[in-house]
């Protein structure tokens, strides 16, 4: 059971789990961002294999195994994966049948590639899986501040380090799906946000909520992993080139080498 009876009021303890939580949300944002936009835009279609090293090490190396490391039946936690991904898949459906029937077939002349723009259903589908994420993430953030202030910064920093791949990835696919920056900025954003919602839910429903962490986590893996082997890797196949060949693998192993490597250092006392 996570104590609150550590140095400070109960609104010192509130204060530190959302300003953690903010720094985590907006400055991985933000640095993710500056990344993104100023020194991978031009390698877009080339950074899609980054992301993929990244959201499947994410799902196999970080997501599943902290989920299905605790102790709820593993069974179902599989059920939920087996129910997230069919979700997913119907969700995409959904998106597109509304999208060909609101955009192809609605009678007006749009320009070449905004229907690429107004679709985006890959990126869409990220950002939902990151929603989760970082849902759970402020969670932990909550119990690692009411557990002791500096288990609470030790957790906020290993969190930030790893969000701020992860948000570079967001952006990759959503810029590959065709949105502008500054609605793939705003969309990352509100994703986010979601770790301020769980700090505040992790703190007043601490122990009802540590015990939905792993289910949480699950769905978030499914998306990520719906959206890997669904709509990027297929689009990095489409390449027949030996050298295109050779730089995705390239870049698929450097996306889960710094997974790995963020996941060591955090872990590293």
Known sequence: MVSRAFPGSIITSLFLILLAAIIVG?????????????????????????????????????????????????????????????????????????????FEGDGHHHEHGRDKQEAGHGGALVLVGSAFHNFSDGILIAGAFLAGPWVGLTATLSIFTHEIPHKISDFIVLLHAGVGRRRAMIYATISSVCIIFGGLTGYFLLQDMMDWIPYVLVIAASSFLYISLSDLIPQVQKGTRLGDALSQAVLIALGILVVIGLHYFSDTP
């Open 26 to 102: 907006v400055a991985s944002v933000a640095i993710a961002a500056l990344l993104s936009f100023r020194l991978l835009a031009r390698f877009v279609e080339k950074m899609v294999s980054f992301s993929i090293g990244i959201l499947l090490a994410t799902t196999f190396l970080h997501l599943l195994p902290e989920a299905f490391h605790s102790n709820h039946e593993v069974n179902q936690l599989f059920a939920l994966m087996f129910a997230g991904i069919l979700g997913f898949f119907f969700l995409e459906k959904v998106a597109l049948y509304r999208h060909s029937h609101h």
